[in-house]
């Protein structure tokens, strides 16, 4: 079992930076798959970006592409999202998952089996 502690939220203007943090709690965090996901007031949580258990296989939502950076590093147990160019509808509350049922998780939830407690994201206009 992994516990998932996010860090890093916060508020930003239009065109800034933030970068959020995973920690993981265990010695087998190399096991997991792991990615990150989001949900905006009103809206259903939505698929951000993944990591294979490597980190050598990435996946990110095409609204993030090319903003958006996802690492690990699996000897500091951690998993980053580098978040450039934000922008207002990036706004939402963003979650750490991650799941041992696949070596890849993808944008499918079901592969995630552990998840944070959010961490809030604001990016004013």
């Known amino acids: 079992q992994v516990q998932l502690v996010e860090s890093g939220g916060g508020l930003v203007q239009a065109g800034d930076s933030l970068r959020l943090s995973c920690a993981a709690s265990?010695?087998?965090?190399?096991?997991?798959?792991m990615g990150w996901f989001r949900q905006a007031p009103g809206k259903e949580r939505e698929f951000v970006a993944a990591?294979?258990?490597?980190?050598?296989?990435?996946g990110y939502a095409d609204s993030v592409k090319g903003r958006f950076t996802i690492s690990r590093d699996n000897a500091k147990n951690t998993m980053i999202l580098q978040m450039n160019s934000l922008k207002p509808e990036d706004t939402a509350v963003y979650y750490c998952?991650?799941?041992?049922?696949?070596?890849?998780?993808?944008?499918?939830?079901?592969?995630?089996?552990?998840w944070g407690q959010g961490t809030q994201v604001t990016v004013s206009s």
């Open positions: 990591l294979s258990r490597s980190g050598g296989s990435t």
């Open positions: 265990g010695r087998t965090f190399s096991r997991y798959a």
């Open positions: 998952a991650a799941g041992t049922t696949a070596y890849y998780g993808g944008s499918n939830e079901n592969n995630y089996g552990y």
